[in-house]
């Protein structure tokens, strides 16, 4: 299907591919319903050995409540509108362990610190993801 010149386009990616765009970003929110309302919480990420380290303002106990997760990331580009849309979902557990939630406090910039400030660990069941381009113009150009 070809869409119009200047017209914008979602591409939908493999599992694998939207792992490799949510590994190369780093900032993106978390997502959870409390209280029937859903929940939007800022958040920094990193991707290692398949499970995604999240560290965002939320209360533990909120976390640990919660049978899944989901995490959102993009990079779209302005004014163009192009670039990438990531969503992974699955269960999630608070990181305890002192010195693993030492580390990702270092590596992980915060938003806020205190009891607020959550390092926790989501093992996504399902990973989806879009490119978001613009066709091409008849001359080859991306206008």
Not at 135 to 141: E, K, V, Y
């Amino acid at each position: 299907m070809t869409a119009p010149t200047g017209q914008r386009l979602m591409l939908e990616v493999s599992g694998t591919e939207a792992l490799w765009l949510l590994e190369g970003g780093g900032h993106g929110r978390l997502v959870f319903v409390q209280r029937g309302t859903a929940v939007v919480r800022p958040a920094t990420h990193v991707l290692e050995y398949g499970r995604l380290v999240v560290r965002a303002p939320v209360q533990p106990l909120l976390v640990l409540s919660r049978t899944v997760l989901t995490y959102h990331a993009e990079e779209v580009r302005h004014p163009a509108g192009t670039g990438w849309t990531v969503t992974a979902h699955g269960p999630a557990d608070v990181i305890t362990d002192p010195d693993e939630d030492a580390h990702y406090r270092r590596t992980l910039p915060g938003w806020s610190h205190g009891p607020h400030d959550t390092v926790l660990r989501l093992h996504p069941q399902s990973v989806s993801g879009f490119r978001l381009a613009r066709p091409l113009a008849p001359d080859g150009s991306g206008r």
